[in-house]
Protein backbone atom coordinates (compact mmCIF):
# COMPACT_ATOMS: atom_id res chain seq x y z
CA UNK A 1 0.00 0.00 0.00
CA UNK A 2 1.20 3.63 -1.16
CA UNK A 3 0.64 6.67 1.30
CA UNK A 4 0.32 9.72 -0.43
CA UNK A 5 0.81 13.43 0.58
CA UNK A 6 0.02 16.38 -1.74
CA UNK A 7 1.10 19.79 -1.26
CA UNK A 8 1.56 22.94 -3.18
CA UNK A 9 -1.61 24.32 -3.91
CA UNK A 10 -3.00 28.24 -3.38
CA UNK A 11 -4.63 30.72 -4.80
CA UNK A 12 -3.55 31.80 -8.23
CA UNK A 13 -4.03 34.57 -11.24
CA UNK A 14 -5.26 33.26 -14.27
CA UNK A 15 -2.47 32.74 -16.53
CA UNK A 16 -0.14 32.19 -13.36
CA UNK A 17 1.75 29.15 -12.44
CA UNK A 18 1.96 26.45 -9.59
CA UNK A 19 4.33 23.56 -8.83
CA UNK A 20 2.33 20.63 -6.43
CA UNK A 21 3.84 17.57 -5.32
CA UNK A 22 3.23 14.20 -4.08
CA UNK A 23 5.29 12.49 -1.56
CA UNK A 24 4.92 8.78 -1.29
CA UNK A 25 5.58 6.36 1.28
CA UNK A 26 4.70 2.38 2.73
CA UNK A 27 5.31 0.55 -0.60
CA UNK A 28 8.16 0.12 -3.81
CA UNK A 29 7.09 4.02 -5.27
CA UNK A 30 9.35 2.73 -8.40
CA UNK A 31 7.03 -0.07 -8.85
CA UNK A 32 3.87 2.29 -9.41
CA UNK A 33 2.82 4.11 -12.18
CA UNK A 34 1.68 7.44 -10.86
CA UNK A 35 -1.22 10.21 -11.48
CA UNK A 36 -2.29 13.59 -11.14
CA UNK A 37 -6.25 13.73 -10.57
CA UNK A 38 -8.55 16.54 -9.45
CA UNK A 39 -11.90 16.94 -8.64
CA UNK A 40 -13.62 20.57 -9.67
CA UNK A 41 -16.32 21.63 -7.33
CA UNK A 42 -19.46 19.94 -7.63
CA UNK A 43 -17.93 17.05 -10.46
CA UNK A 44 -17.00 14.07 -10.50
CA UNK A 45 -12.70 14.06 -10.15
CA UNK A 46 -11.02 13.20 -13.01
CA UNK A 47 -7.53 11.88 -14.37
CA UNK A 48 -5.66 14.87 -15.44
CA UNK A 49 -2.05 13.64 -16.03
CA UNK A 50 0.23 10.05 -16.08
CA UNK A 51 3.78 9.11 -15.60
CA UNK A 52 4.67 5.46 -16.15
CA UNK A 53 7.47 3.41 -14.13
CA UNK A 54 10.44 3.94 -17.39
CA UNK A 55 9.28 7.46 -17.71
CA UNK A 56 6.64 7.95 -20.40
CA UNK A 57 4.00 10.81 -19.64
CA UNK A 58 0.26 11.55 -21.09
CA UNK A 59 -1.84 14.22 -20.77
CA UNK A 60 -5.89 14.43 -20.54
CA UNK A 61 -6.56 16.82 -23.44
CA UNK A 62 -7.29 19.97 -20.81
CA UNK A 63 -3.49 19.79 -19.35
CA UNK A 64 -1.61 19.47 -23.04
CA UNK A 65 0.78 21.96 -23.71
CA UNK A 66 0.34 23.76 -19.81
CA UNK A 67 0.81 21.31 -17.32
CA UNK A 68 4.24 18.99 -17.00
CA UNK A 69 4.37 15.45 -14.57
CA UNK A 70 7.79 14.43 -12.86
CA UNK A 71 8.74 12.44 -11.01
CA UNK A 72 11.57 11.64 -8.89
CA UNK A 73 11.76 7.48 -7.55
CA UNK A 74 15.38 8.77 -5.56
CA UNK A 75 13.05 11.32 -3.33
CA UNK A 76 9.40 9.12 -4.18
CA UNK A 77 7.75 11.93 -5.32
CA UNK A 78 5.15 12.96 -8.20
CA UNK A 79 5.00 16.38 -9.48
CA UNK A 80 2.86 18.46 -11.78
CA UNK A 81 3.89 21.36 -12.77
CA UNK A 82 0.35 23.97 -13.53
CA UNK A 83 1.19 26.76 -16.49
CA UNK A 84 -0.95 29.66 -17.75
CA UNK A 85 -3.76 28.26 -15.35
CA UNK A 86 -7.42 28.69 -15.94
CA UNK A 87 -10.36 29.17 -13.98
CA UNK A 88 -11.39 26.22 -15.37
CA UNK A 89 -8.57 24.51 -13.93
CA UNK A 90 -10.01 25.24 -10.01
CA UNK A 91 -10.39 22.05 -8.40
CA UNK A 92 -8.70 19.67 -5.76
CA UNK A 93 -5.41 17.83 -6.84
CA UNK A 94 -4.79 14.30 -5.69
CA UNK A 95 -1.71 12.16 -6.83
CA UNK A 96 -2.31 8.37 -6.84
CA UNK A 97 -0.79 5.13 -8.73
CA UNK A 98 -2.65 4.42 -12.50
CA UNK A 99 -5.23 2.83 -12.11
CA UNK A 100 -5.87 4.90 -8.64
CA UNK A 101 -5.91 2.67 -5.36
CA UNK A 102 -8.86 3.01 -3.47
CA UNK A 103 -7.22 3.04 0.10
CA UNK A 104 -4.44 5.50 -0.85
CA UNK A 105 -6.26 8.47 -1.74
CA UNK A 106 -4.94 11.46 0.18
CA UNK A 107 -6.46 14.60 1.17
CA UNK A 108 -5.57 16.59 -2.12
CA UNK A 109 -4.13 20.07 -2.17
CA UNK A 110 -6.54 22.93 -3.25
CA UNK A 111 -5.69 24.88 -6.26
CA UNK A 112 -8.00 27.92 -6.77
CA UNK A 113 -7.74 30.53 -9.83
CA UNK A 114 -9.06 33.57 -9.81
CA UNK A 115 -8.81 37.27 -10.14
Known amino acids: QVQLVESGGGLVQPGGSLRLSCAASGSIFSSYDMAWYRQPPGKQREWVASIFRRGLRDYADSAKGRFTISRDNTKNTVSLLLNMLKPEDTALYYC?????????WGQGTQVTVSS
Open 96 to 104: NSLPPKTDS
